[in-house]
T-cell receptor
Framework: GNSVTQMEGPVTLSEEAFLTINCTYT??????LFWYVQYPGEGLQLLLK?????DKGSNKGFEATYRKETTSFHLEKGSVQVSDSAVYFC???????????FGTGTKLQVIP | DARVTQTPRHKVTEMGQEVTMRCQPI?????VFWYRQTMMQGLELLAY????????DSGMPKDRFSAEMPDATLATLKIQPSEPRDSAVYFC?????????????FGPGTRLLVL
């Protein structure tokens, strides 16, 4: 079956540091890949997505590239801010929300 | 700005009581999900519906949990009887089936504490 593996947290960075959160997946077929973010006390919200190999999703300075050869979708940001402190979830889904699978989440804490 | 709404936002109850959580999906969305989030287990998919019909409820404890969609604007999740181990945040999410890459839109969650 499908699975998503994320790096363990928490990740603590100083403001303006470079961020990488690793995500690898196993899946049959060609799923879409997602990063969701959850701020304290809120539900998850979509951060970015990619629907096919070599696609790059980007939003709010975050980027992730769908790498089929390494089955990865690592999240990156060049300069984090305190406001980026949250839990980040990597996820995949087949067409029509089939086989929706979330990673365990990675907590990011950015300190001034 | 269309949003998924959930009620109640917080619920404290005693073991053995019935708990009903409600969700209003975004208008026009045809897929509704129920998730449970705990520190120990993370995010678990309990059930999901397409056009109000249950497609998968394999993640839901059948003996005490039930999920329904009485109409397109309301989804419910019931626990009867509730147990302390059911304490968690329950999220509803909705979405629209397209040609792939479908996003889920999450509600703010119901924080349940069973004493």
């Amino acid at each position: 079956g499908n699975s998503v593996t994320q790096m363990e947290g928490p990740v603590t960075l100083s403001e303006e540091a470079f961020l990488t959160i690793n995500c690898t997946y196993t899946a049959t077929g060609y799923p879409s890949l997602f990063w969701y973010v959850q701020y304290p006390g809120e539900g998850l919200q979509l951060l970015l997505k990619a629907t096919k190999a070599d696609d790059k999703g980007s939003n709010k300075g975050f980027e992730a590239t769908y790498r089929k050869e390494t089955t990865s979708f690592h999240l990156e940001k060049g300069s984090v801010q305190v406001s980026d402190s949250a839990v980040y979830f990597c996820a995949l889904s087949d067409r029509g929300y089939q086989k929706v699978t979330f990673g365990t989440g990675t907590k990011l804490q950015v300190i001034p | 700005d269309a949003r998924v709404t959930q009620t109640p936002r917080h619920k404290v109850t005693e073991m053995g009581q019935e708990v009903t959580m409600r969700c209003q999906p975004i208008l026009g969305h045809n897929t509704v999900f129920w998730y449970r989030q705990t520190m120990m287990q993370g995010l678990e998919l309990l059930a999901y519906f397409r056009n109000r019909a249950p497609l998968d409820d394999s993640g839901m404890p059948k003996d005490r949990f039930s999920a329904e969609m009485p109409d397109a604007t309301l989804a419910t999740l019931k626990i009867q009887p509730s147990e302390p181990r059911d304490s968690a945040v329950y999220f509803c999410a909705s979405g629209l089936v397209l040609a792939g890459g479908e996003t889920q839109y999450f509600g703010p969650g119901t924080r349940l504490l069973v004493l």
